[in-house]
């Protein structure tokens, strides 16, 4: 059974920055291409971004340019770097192999707010 563990969040005030990270038991991370999703009270689950097993990144449109998305093999780890956070980014943070996801893990509160 694969546990995702995301880590990081917190309360942070608009035009702060943050860094996540998502890291698993085994080789699973490295293995895989990986993606950041949120979810913001009273919304669905959408995507961040995400990083092939190679390294390419990829992001929604309105994100781009101010979180990028980067992963460490050695230390099996996935980060989520957010900068000039918004209100609005205001989330539960998951991380999850893109496409097709494992179980879902706790992932991490975002609170943007002054």
């Known amino acids: 059974q694969v546990q995702l563990v995301e880590s990081g969040g917190g309360l942070v005030q608009p035009g702060g920055s943050l860094r996540l990270s998502c890291a698993a038991s085994?080789?699973?991370?490295?293995?895989?291409?990986m993606g950041w999703y949120r979810q913001a009270p009273g919304k669905e689950r959408e995507y961040v971004a995400h990083?092939?097993?190679?390294?390419?990144?990829y992001y929604t449109g309105s994100l781009q340019g101010r979180f990028t998305i980067s992963r460490d093999n050695a230390k099996k780890t996935v980060y989520l770097q957010m900068n000039r956070l918004k209100r609005e980014d205001t989330a539960v943070y998951y991380c999850?192999?893109?496409?097709?996801?494992?179980?879902w893990g706790q992932g991490t509160q975002v609170t943007v707010s002054s």
């Open positions: 085994g080789n699973i991370i490295n293995a895989n291409h």
């Open positions: 990083i092939t097993s190679v390294g390419t990144t």
């Open positions: 999850n192999r893109y496409g097709s996801p494992w179980s």
